[in-house]
């Protein structure tokens, strides 16, 4: 029997969000989702521990500088996926075979195109890339380079996994996803001691280590597709370009592209004035950002659960559900995030000793303050994925856009003022983050009570 989701909605094999008891199918659901970020979120980990570990301060801080990037570059891939993903689940609640098959087709032809493209700019306009993140030093610059382009190589892997990946998901399977995302991350790991420690290749062995897993989630989710889901296979009356579907795809696709970017392209503007501040401060924030991202992206992949739980039941004009859905999606959120802020909170210099030296005691001093800023204040951004989700949902991506420019625009602005120009050193940097997410929530609170009214008068 195939694994894949067929439009009999086999029931251990799916996830249909317009019935059933909606906390037991958004965790049911999300929890798989889960454990695939945790597991991808190990393996970034797992580079930067092993290279602050075994060689040095330097490479830290080159890696982590890479990893701010590679997440800006992928986020427009994963944000064009998503978006698309958005349509898929749509279809699906409507039950519309013809239009889901049309809008695959469309969607990866045109994705992979602007992957290539995002290929061939990277290659071309590294020197650029690093003068603009302004990275200091010479050997950070050059080791950077030397990650760079052994990294970019996989970036046509990560537009395969995140298309299909996104693809299952929409229509309920979001097991196969991690399955592939488990294997990918334990290759990493094995890969990363084995180039790294085991034949000595510096930081080029690191992103060779990440390349090939990437390839083998990629690659290995297209043969899933190809082999084992056939009840989503394209044939060839579905080969055309219809305009209504690729306008409906394109709204959503690309205002989610933009919001994935914008949030990235801010924090990686972050990046360039932390790299500002030297490399004890670079190898500080390399290490906390990962440790952070770990943190909270569990409350990140909930809500993408749950706007596949909107999408869902917005097509099949299930508003009532939507509404109690969103009560017991903030709830969830709540307890979460405040369970792993006090943990963070607490243990901040603990996890940052698991990257540094415990000899290095001006980055660990430096990461842990960051994380104690930050990790007081998760739910605040907890809520905000929840408002993402929701209105990519039910097709208004130009709100999470707007939600994300007020959170990023309120945190470089405020970085830059305190940092820069007031002269308050790295604390004002790391306050500027949850003070952004504090002014996006009350707005999303304000742009979600206008929708409900649109749908309820």
Not at 228 to 257: A, P
Not at 363 to 372: D, F, T
Not at 381 to 392: A, P
């Amino acid at each position: 029997m195939s694994l894949c989701v067929s439009w009999k909605r086999k029931k251990a094999l799916d996830c249909d969000f317009t019935k059933g008891n909606i906390t037991k199918n958004l965790l049911k659901f999300s929890l798989p989702l889960m454990a695939g970020n945790l597991l991808q979120q190990l393996y970034n980990i797992a580079d930067t521990l092993i290279v602050g570990r075994y060689l040095g301060e330097n490479a830290l801080a080159a890696v982590g500088s890479s990893y701010t990037l590679m997440v800006f570059l992928t986020s427009i891939l994963s944000g064009l996926c998503m978006g698309s993903s958005a349509y898929f689940s749509m279809q699906f609640g409507k039950k519309d075979d013809d239009r889901l098959k049309k809008g695959i087709f469309m969607s990866f032809i045109v994705i992979g195109i602007i992957s290539l493209a995002i290929n061939i700019a990277a290659f071309t306009g590294i020197d650029a890339i690093i003068w603009f993140m302004r990275v200091k030093g010479a050997i950070v610059k050059e080791l950077m380079r030397e990650y760079l382009l052994c990294i970019f190589s996989g970036i046509p892997a990560v537009f395969l996994y995140n298309y299909f990946a996104n693809l299952l998901r929409s229509v309920g399977n979001s097991m196969i996803p991690l399955v592939f995302l488990g294997i990918s991350a334990g290759l990493n790991i094995a890969l990363d001691l084995l180039f790294v420690i085991g034949f000595n290749q510096g930081v080029i062995g690191a992103a060779a280590a990440t390349a090939i897993a990437q390839y083998v989630s990629g690659v290995g989710i297209t043969v899933y597709y190809a082999v084992k889901c056939s009840q989503l296979h394209i044939k060839k009356v579905h080969m055309r370009w219809e305009g209504s579907i690729l306008k409906e795809i394109t709204g959503l696709s690309v205002l989610t592209c933009v919001q994935q970017s914008v949030m990235n392209f801010g924090i990686l503007m972050v990046q360039g004035l932390v790299n500002s501040f030297g490399t004890v401060v670079m190898a500080a924030f390399a290490a906390a950002v990962k440790i952070d991202s770990f943190a909270y992206s569990p409350v990140q992949d909930f809500g993408n659960a749950f706007s596949t739980y909107v999408a869902q039941n917005y097509g099949a004009g299930k508003m009532d559900r939507i509404k109690e859905g969103m009560k017991k999606a903030v709830l969830l959120v709540f307890v979460f995030c405040m369970a792993i802020s006090g943990a963070v909170y607490v243990f901040g210099s603990r996890l940052m000793s698991l990257f540094v030296d415990s000899s290095n005691t001006d980055v660990i001093a430096v990461g842990a303050g960051y994380l104690r800023v930050e990790g007081a204040f998760y739910f605040g951004i907890g809520l905000l994925f929840i408002f993402y989700g929701y209105f990519r949902a039910v097709g208004k991506p130009s709100v999470s856009v707007a939600l994300t420019v007020i959170s990023l625009g309120t945190r470089v602005a405020l970085a830059y003022m305190l940092a820069a120009f007031l002269k308050v050193g790295v604390i004002g940097i790391w306050a500027a983050v949850p003070v952004g997410w504090l002014l996006a929530d009350i707005a999303g609170a304000v742009f979600l009570k206008k929708h409900r009214k649109t749908y309820t008068s």
